[in-house]
């Protein structure tokens, strides 16, 4: 068994979000691939310092303080170190800038891989800061992944350390997505008959989820919202104050209730517009479904998932015109929407299931122990 250290901020159950979704998934499928997976993560609030979940160890140290969404703790450098010395391989999640200074400070010499999520866009006046570290970090390790082609070219980050990038999309494992609730289904098929365009995410300022209400103005078809955070209440009184009447907001729901949603949505409808959206597993669980998939041109992983008028449209990002209409054509089209869900179906099979992101990462490890 290769022994694998996963290294990042936060995981399950205190969030869940994509890079969690993908941690999670190499750490229980890597195991049918012959590795071990141990998570190293900082929490609030926890009971227990090393806890199982399904197949795969969490282990946490107490978050001190947090600056700028990155957490800290004097004892998670003794703690990473002690680890690391137990592992074959250390796999960073980046960004997460406290882990490049652990990195240092716990003298880590293992073989090393990033994954590479996403650029810092927000923190610019601390990205300044931290820039002299981060190189020097992404220097120091042994390899750079990348989840699209797309990211790396557009990344400037990226492009300086071009020689150590390899690209591994993110996959998702169907079996996750099975729901055999006929109850749940029919809830929502008697809430929405004749169907309806979903949008799935965290309320994060990057979604895009202002430029969604305003695309509905005066629109007609259901629009349903599931997830939480941070602007919720702006966006609803966003909806409010333009009359728009036809999106649901529905807070944050099981998976359960996802899949049924997942499988009666008419398309997936992804407006992130800026590049903190690196990739948008969002578009591949569409995609499962055989969803058409709506999403803008932001030079990331989002139009390397959804290829535009083939498994769906692309549009100009903060344009919501050009959104609207999009929406219109699919909701007008049923056999398009019908084309461009088949062709989503296809291009996940091929490029985006868990078993060959696992097997590709599997790959990796074993290239980097054999060095």
């Known amino acids: 068994m290769i022994k694998v250290l996963h290294c990042y901020k936060t995981y399950y159950p205190d969030t869940f979000g994509g890079i969690e979704q993908v941690i999670y998934q190499l750490a229980e499928g890597g195991a ?19 806890t199982m979940l399904d197949g795969h160890h969490i282990n946490r140290v107490k978050t001190l303080c947090e600056v700028a969404s990155t957490p800290f703790s004097f004892a998670a450098i003794k703690e990473f170190k002690s680890l690391a010395e137990n592992a074959d391989i250390v796999h960073y999640h980046f960004p997460y800038p406290f882990m490049d200074f652990m ?8 073989p090393s891989v990033v994954s590479y999520h996403s650029d810092i866009v927000k ?34 980050v990226l492009q300086q350390f071009k020689d150590k990038v390899e690209v591994i999309p993110y996959g998702l494992d169907k079996q996750f997505y099975q729901n055999n ?22 309320f994060r300022y990057y979604k895009g989820l202002h430029i969604l209400i305003e695309a509905a103005r005066n629109s007609h078809y259901p629009i349903v919202v599931v997830g939480a955070g941070p ?11 333009l009359g728009v009447n036809n999106i649901h907001f529905l807070g944050a729901l099981e998976d359960s209730e996802k899949s049924a949603l997942l499988q009666l949505c008419t398309c997936l409808v992804f407006p992130s517009h800026l590049r903190s959206e ?3 597993i969002s578009l591949l ?26 498994t769906g449209l692309v549009v100009p990002p903060s344009d919501p015109a050009a959104l609207r ?40 490890y074993k290239s980097l122990l054999s060095v």
Do not use: C
């Open 32 to 50: 049918k691939q012959g590795t071990e997976s141990t998570v190293f993560v900082h929490s609030p609030d926890f009971e227990a310092k090393v």
């Open 103 to 110: 990195h240092f400070a716990a003298g880590i010499k293992k």
């Open 123 to 156: 923190q610019k006046v601390l990205l300044r800061l931290y820039t002299p570290l981060m190189n020097r970090f992404l220097s120091s390790v042994d390899r750079i992944v990348a989840a699209s082609p797309n990211y790396v070219e557009s990344s400037p």
């Open 181 to 202: 609730d006929p109850a749940v289904l029919q809830k929502w098929q008697a809430r929405f008959p004749d169907g309806f365009f979903l949008f799935i995410g965290t």
């Open 231 to 241: 602007i919720e209440a702006e966006l609803k009184s966003q909806a409010q104050q």
């Open 278 to 280: 690196a990739f948008g």
């Open 285 to 310: 669980e569409g995609a499962l479904y055989s969803k058409p998939l709506i999403s803008s041109e932001i030079g990331t992983g989002t139009t390397f998932i959804n290829i535009d008028r083939v």
């Open 325 to 364: 209409r999009a929406m219109d054509e699919i909701w007008q089209n049923p056999e398009l929407a019908t084309t461009y869900g088949a062709a989503a179906l296809a291009r996940f099979e091929s490029l985006f299931t868990a078993d060959r992101m696992i097997q590709s990462y599997t790959k990796l």
